[in-house]
């Protein structure tokens, strides 16, 4: 058991580095002994898949940020429709807390309504902008979100108060959120400076953790989109040049925004609690990834360790599985075709953390094994160290909003490959679709995924 613990631990950690490790492999043992949940329940709790990248999910607002207001407390209103109200809305944000998306929605609808019964500007105000949230969560709702976060920031006017004037960025993030989840980069980066700038005017300093961390994942985003075009040789070369040159810029801002968080983080500990420090570290690994010279994925691999063991002590599952997968394929990356010791080392380290991820799929989320890629229908596997060739196909994207996994090079392909409408007209597919909820031929896959979930927990 003590090798066990120690396998998943990076060659070289310190000792303060260590305990963290140790504490990754309890949770795992903790999750062991837990009974997995059915599929049908597995995708509740878990960001929409970002793409090639985990950065353009984008942070949730600090808890300050993301808190109700309580100054909109309407005289003269009765106090049973006054407590039903802050009951109503925090039992939508415990909802939300605990991932129940569709009871959340529900919940803030019927805020807002005895909000606007009431007369309560504020926490209808909070509680569009919180629906917003949720929306974000909900597939196929996406749609809704920006739509009521615009209609919150309405409601917020030009009222100068401190309160407004925060409620206001929190709008800002909001949208700027829904921006992104569209891949609008240019409007989202513009909406979150402006919130940045909001907070740091009103000395705000969780609106100003929230906002930059959501501010460099965007980035991060934008400059993964830019490189991807500099990167398609389909693409001329005069303008494969301009794209590579402005990834960079975004990139080094992106940087700069997210080491400014974790300065700002470290400079007021009380104020951060911590949970999404792991999708700072996962935004700043994919930077450094998608850049992809030696020293930066040796960068980038530190980095998604930080993310890993961060996201595990926060409980964020999400990244927690975007960071397994990154380690698995960060060192793959680096021992393909290389038939030496070092190369040896990082597929073994590689084949550890792919094995790892497959397990907390399975014993997490009642998630069986995947045999193969949906696209290309090629073997998805574990691989072996003997098998090192420079045309391994075997990097992976776990898609966390349905627990499916793909070829990441199959899936960027796929979704770059427009469809047919049923008026054969081509249609841009969504920046998160996934090829197997898209298509219903691949329904069975869904069913025996759920009678392997029944068939071990029938006794």
């Given at each position: ?9 990076p060659l070289g950690v310190d000792s303060k580095e260590e305990e963290y490790w140790d504490d990754f492999s309890t949770s795992l043992e903790h999750e062991a002994s837990r009974p997995p949940p059915p599929p049908a329940l597995s995708a509740q709790g878990l960001l929409d898949d970002p ?229 700072v570290y996962g935004a700043m690994a994919d930077v450094h990834s998608s850049i992809g010279n030696t020293g930066d994925v040796v960068r980038a691999i530190e980095l998604s360790e930080k993310a890993l063991i961060a996201s595990v002590r926060g409980e964020d599952h999400a990244q927690e ?139």
């Amino acid at each position: 058991q003590h090798a066990t613990q120690h396998s998943m631990a990076p060659l070289g950690v310190d000792s303060k580095e260590e305990e963290y490790w140790d504490d990754f492999s309890t949770s795992l043992e903790h999750e062991a002994s837990r009974p997995p949940p059915p599929p049908a329940l597995s995708a509740q709790g878990l960001l929409d898949d970002p793409g090639p990248s985990s950065a353009s999910a984008g942070l949730l607002g600090t808890t300050s940020a993301f808190s109700l207001g309580t100054s909109g407390l309407a005289l003269g209103t009765s106090p049973s429709g006054r407590t039903l109200l802050d009951a109503t809305l925090q039992a939508a944000c415990a909802s939300y807390a605990k991932s129940a998306f569709q009871a959340a929605r529900e919940g803030f609808e019927r805020a807002i309504a005895l909000a606007e019964e009431l007369g309560d500007v504020e926490d209808e105000i909070d509680a569009r902008r919180l629906l917003a949230e949720t929306y974000l969560k909900i597939p196929h709702a996406k749609s809704l979100a920006r739509e009521c976060a615009v209609e919150a920031r309405k409601l917020c006017g030009d009222n100068d108060d401190d309160e407004y004037r925060e409620r206001r960025a929190a709008c800002d993030e909001t949208i700027a959120s829904c921006d992104a989840a569209e891949q609008k980069w240019d409007r989202a980066i513009e909406t979150l400076r402006s919130a940045l700038d909001t907070y740091r005017q009103n000395d705000d300093v969780a609106g100003q953790l929230s906002s930059l961390g959501k501010l460099g994942v965007t980035l991060v985003s934008a400059g993964v989109a830019l490189s991807a075009a500099a990167n398609d040789e389909k693409n001329e070369a005069m303008a494969r040049h301009v794209w590579q040159q402005a990834a960079d810029a975004t990139f080094q801002e992106a940087l700069a925004r997210l080491n400014e968080r974790i300065e700002l983080a470290e400079r007021h500990p009380d104020t951060d609690d911590g949970r999404h420090i792991g999708r700072v570290y996962g935004a700043m690994a994919d930077v450094h990834s998608s850049i992809g010279n030696t020293g930066d994925v040796v960068r980038a691999i530190e980095l998604s360790e930080k993310a890993l063991i961060a996201s595990v002590r926060g409980e964020d599952h999400a990244q927690e599985l975007s960071s397994l997968a990154s380690l698995a394929n960060l060192h793959e990356h680096m021992g393909v075709g290389w038939d030496n010791e070092g190369g040896m080392r990082s597929v073994a380290s590689a084949a550890e953390f792919r094995r790892k991820l497959f397990e907390i799929l399975w014993k997490r989320h009642g998630v069986p094994t995947p045999t193969h890629c949906v696209i290309c229908a090629e073997a998805i596997g574990v691989l072996d160290a003997t098998e090192m060739r420079s045309d391994i196909k075997d990097e992976i994207t776990v898609l966390t909003s349905c627990l499916h996994t793909v070829h990441t090079s199959c899936l960027t392909k796929w979704r770059a490959t427009p469809y047919r409408s049923s008026v054969l007209s081509p249609l841009a597919r969504a920046p998160n679709a996934c090829p197997v909820c898209e298509d219903p031929n691949q329904e069975h896959r869904k069913t025996r995924e759920m009678d392997a979930w029944r068939l071990a927990n029938s006794t």
